[in-house]
């Protein structure tokens, strides 16, 4: 099945930007105190990741304008990777933990309450979607497909939400398990996907007013999350 088109402008790669996936990685390939074959693998990937944000859906991928984009041979591709598949579920795993790492560490302030972590989480996504929205819409488009990787990044997905639901558990000091909960930590990341969709991917103009406002976002999401996961807005 082919995945949705990923029409949307070239992926931002300013280096000044640590939340711009492809620009982390191009660090990486110039980190000189990795090893080579880090580099070249960082360098592989980084290219991967512009050409996915560049407007191209999986399918359209060739090794030749990834290899191209990366200033490699060709027959470098191979020595990382055996197909183009397995290039993708690579990149997905690495954006996965990319993400992962940026949402965990909004939430670490120990003397945070609830809403503030979340506050706080939910800024730092909605940034990270906004600077790689051409890599979430050829993400989110794996939906669809039941190719390995697609099934691999779902699992990721579920990965995550079992700790949001955990997190909500938490909260609420109620008692209850992270397994009741796993249906509002769906509705809820589900709600925020939209959401953002809807604004950096789709380009509603009702909601054009909101784009440059990230810090408005983060409080309109947050006040949904916590009254659908606690029961309130404060």
């Known amino acids: 099945m082919k995945a949705k088109s990923c029409q949307y402008g070239p992926m931002q790669t300013d280096a000044s ?6 620009a982390t990685l191009l660090g990486a390939a110039r ?10 693998r960082a360098r592989l990937l980084a290219a991967l990741a512009r050409e996915l ?18 200033g490699l041979a060709h027959g470098t591709f191979y020595r ?21 790492t940026h949402l965990e560490t909004a939430r670490a302030d120990p003397e945070a309450g609830a809403r503030e972590r979340v506050k706080a989480a939910t800024l730092v996504f909605a940034r990270l979607f906004r600077r790689n929205a051409g890599l979430m819409r050829c993400l989110t488009g794996l939906s669809a497909e039941e190719t390995a990787f ?39 990341g ?24 990230e810090e408005r976002i983060a409080d309109i999401l947050t ?3 916590c009254s659908g996961a606690y029961g309130v807005q404060n």
């Open 17 to 22: 930007d640590p939340l711009v996936f492809a």
């Open 31 to 40: 980190d000189g105190a990795a090893r080579k074959t880090d580099r070249t």
């Open 53 to 70: 944000g560049s407007g191209l859906t999986w399918h359209d991928l060739k090794v030749a304008e990834v290899t191209r984009s990366a």
């Open 80 to 100: 990382y990777f055996p197909d183009m598949p397995a290039a993708v579920a690579a990149l997905i795993e690495e954006f996965s933990a990319f993400v992962e």
């Open 150 to 188: 697609a099934r691999a990044y779902r699992r990721l997905n579920r990965d995550w939400y079992g700790r949001v639901a955990g997190a909500i558990a938490r909260g609420r000091e109620d008692g209850s398990t992270a397994h009741e909960h796993m249906p509002a930590a769906y509705a809820l």
């Open 190 to 213: 589900g709600m925020i996907d939209e959401f953002l969709a809807q604004i950096y991917l789709r380009k509603e103009p009702a909601l054009a007013h909101l784009a440059d406002h």
């Open 223 to 225: 006040d949904l999350w």
